[in-house]
Antibody
């Protein structure tokens, strides 16, 4: 069974750093792109970027380029997104999702809620 | 960047009725790389349709997608209670991948 399990909710202060994770199981993790999607409170879905764990090829949305870093460790089947200096506007639910052979997101993690507040 | 505009913003219907949701793109979506997702409160999105008209695994045949170019439609022929949710279209033919702003389907 394909599963993506994300790390737990985080509460941080502005300016702090953060790295959240997404662990895949039940499939060949190295062979599928993993995307990250942001959902701000009460809002829609935004594609942040994606990574191919097999060779760490990474693509970013222009809106998120330079704002976050997406990475992966294929040896432990885990993808990450990190921030070096959080802002209140980073408060959101963050989902990881697997991109399948048809290039759509067929499996999703449960989401990680990030709250940034002073 | 391709902008996707969904209409209506909210659709109020009763179980058993037919729902028609629209997604219009600011430019042509290549190879009909258009998907639809359903999201219920407190849950992650779920893939319904890919390639504009192909149902994902386990999706009932009362849910269908159609369209090409810049105009796409999601149709639910007979609404069941579990269909009331928010629906998003997404294009994956060009980068950045983009989502529509969503249509909320609510019980009338």
């Amino acid at each position: 069974e394909v599963q993506l399990v994300q790390s737990g909710a985080e509460v941080k202060k502005p300016g702090e750093s953060l790295k959240i994770s997404c662990k895949g199981s039940g499939y060949s993790f190295s062979s599928y792109w993993i995307a990250w999607v942001r959902q701000m409170p009460g809002k829609g879905l935004e594609w942040m970027g994606m990574i191919y764990p097999g060779d760490s090829d990474t693509r970013y949305s222009p809106s998120f380029q330079g704002q976050v870093t997406i990475s992966a460790d294929k040896s432990i089947s885990t993808a990450y997104v990190q921030w070096s200096s959080l802002k209140a506007s980073d408060t959101a639910m963050y989902y990881c999702a697997r991109r399948d052979g048809y290039k759509v997101f067929d499996f999703w993690g449960q989401g990680t809620l990030v709250t940034v507040s002073s | 960047e391709i902008v996707l505009t969904q209409s209506p913003g909210t659709l109020s219907l009763s179980p058993g009725e037919r729902a028609t949701l629209s997604c219009r793109a600011s430019e042509s979506v290549s190879s009909s790389y258009l998907a639809w997702y359903q999201q219920k409160p407190g849950q992650a999105p779920r893939l319904l349709i890919y390639g504009a008209s192909n149902r994902a695994t386990g999706i009932p045949d009362r849910i269908s997608g159609s369209g090409s170019g810049t105009d796409f439609t999601l149709t639910i022929s007979r609404l069941e209670p579990e269909d009331f949710a928010v629906y998003y279209c997404q294009q994956y033919g060009s980068s950045p991948r983009t989502f529509g702003q969503g249509t909320r389907l609510e019980i009338k």
